[in-house]
């Protein structure tokens, strides 16, 4: 059980390249067996994900009123440059 | 990052200080700065006052512009240079109001984890506005040199080079701090979501 403990805390280091996809192959084999037999690591990986996931859709829906682009645009003076 | 849908900037009009290339730069990335600016602040005044200065310095500094870096990477480099100041002269006013103001930024063991799936809850509890005012929360709790690789590899979807070129930092060291910020905001959400859970198990009954 201990021994499994350590296991996670050593693999879980690599979790982000993980899901950057840019692990090492033999690092991934690894990883993805360890992922196969532990419920715990899975859902770390999971949720890890997600909160990524998360963070780009939601940031991905905001856009710059288009007020704060009308006072930058004059303040460089090329308000008159808009297409 | 916005990749250039139409024509690619022309370097040499910029720095010849075509007004209609100047506007072409402002329309393609102005949009990525604002909301780099707002992650960093958290303050729809002072991220403005960034996205200004950003451009001002930009297009003056730009007849000097070598393009060793891509024109995306030095504008985000300017945009973070603008907004760790302000944060700077903000802690500043801070400290002089408390003088005993001390960072929380002490290093904390990756150890105890949220184990709760919550990934299975419905798609739209994620894009709520009450999720977003969380997620923006979180992010302002993150120490400065976790928020600033998250925002720039996770929200404006750098690659770990760009990240690392824009900050002047080891691809290496990129990687350690994307892995806390990204552990320390999944921890965080995890427990908002267990208690969003809770809540909403509750409140059926």
Known sequence: MEKNKNHCEELITSISEYVDGSINPQLCLELEKHLSECDNCRVVVNTLKKTIDIYRQQSAREKMPSDVKNRLLARLHLEDYRE | ?205
């Open chain 2, 1 to 205: 990052m916005v990749e250039l849908q139409a024509e690619p900037l022309n370097l040499e009009a910029l720095q010849n200080g075509d007004p209609n290339e100047q506007t072409r730069l402002v329309e393609l990335y102005s949009d990525c700065i604002y909301r780099l600016a707002l992650k960093m602040l958290a303050n729809t005044h002072d991220a403005e006052d960034v996205l200004q200065e950003t451009f001002i310095k930009a297009l003056k500094a730009l007849p000097n512009f070598e393009g060793r870096s891509s024109l995306s990477t030095w504008l985000y480099r300017i945009a973070i240079n603008e907004s760790l100041m302000l944060l700077r002269k903000r802690k500043l006013e801070v400290a002089i109001q408390e003088d005993d103001f001390v960072d929380g930024e002490n290093e904390d063991s990756i150890e105890a984890y949220q184990l709760l799936d919550w990934c299975c809850l419905p798609e739209d509890v994620f894009m709520t506005n009450e999720t977003r005012a969380e997620l923006d929360r979180q992010i302002q709790k993150l120490p400065e040199n976790l928020r600033t690789v998250f925002i720039l590899r996770d929200i404006e979807a750098l690659s770990i080079k760009e990240t690392a070129e824009t900050l002047e930092l080891s691809e290496t060291n990129v990687k350690t701090r994307l892995f806390r910020a990204r552990l320390k905001l999944r921890e965080e959400l995890s427990t908002y979501f267990a208690e969003f859970i809770e809540e909403n198990t509750n409140g059926k009954k």
